[in-house]
């Protein structure tokens, strides 16, 4: 059985850093993925990585960095710079080989982990 689990989200200053982790469990995966979602707002692409490639939007571009641990079967998302809008239920995503952009290009997704930025 596949399973996501992320963690390291938090409340943190505007202008601090977090670094999310995402494990997974019950098989490996050539393309993965983070999302967020703000309330209110539809789920937004952050980062993915595939064969060491990554891909990030313009909003999170230089402040956020996608890394994975093959030996571990984690990907990584350190986050720097952070802003009050980058607050949002970050979402770790699984899925096919590739760089994808839209959510419904994954197959398996991660319960969520909460990040708030204070001003």
């Known amino acids: 059985q596949v399973q996501l689990v992320e963690s390291g989200g938090g409340l943190v200053q505007a202008g601090g850093s977090l670094r999310l982790s995402c494990a997974a469990s019950?098989?490996?995966?050539?393309?993965m993925g983070w999302f967020r979602q703000a309330p209110g707002k539809e789920r937004e692409f952050v980062a993915a990585?595939?064969?060491?490639?990554?891909y990030y939007p313009d909003s999170v571009k230089g402040r956020f960095t996608i890394s994975r641990d093959i030996a571990k079967n984690t990907v990584y998302l350190q986050m720097n710079s952070l802003k009050p809008e980058d607050t949002a239920v970050y979402y770790c995503?699984?899925?096919?080989?590739?760089?994808?952009?839209?959510?419904?290009?994954?197959?398996?997704w991660g319960q969520g982990t909460q990040v708030t930025v204070s001003s």
């Open positions: 019950g098989r490996t995966f050539s393309s």
């Open positions: 990585i595939s064969r060491g490639s990554t």
């Open positions: 995503a699984a899925g096919r080989s590739g760089i994808h952009v839209r959510a419904e290009e994954y197959d398996y």
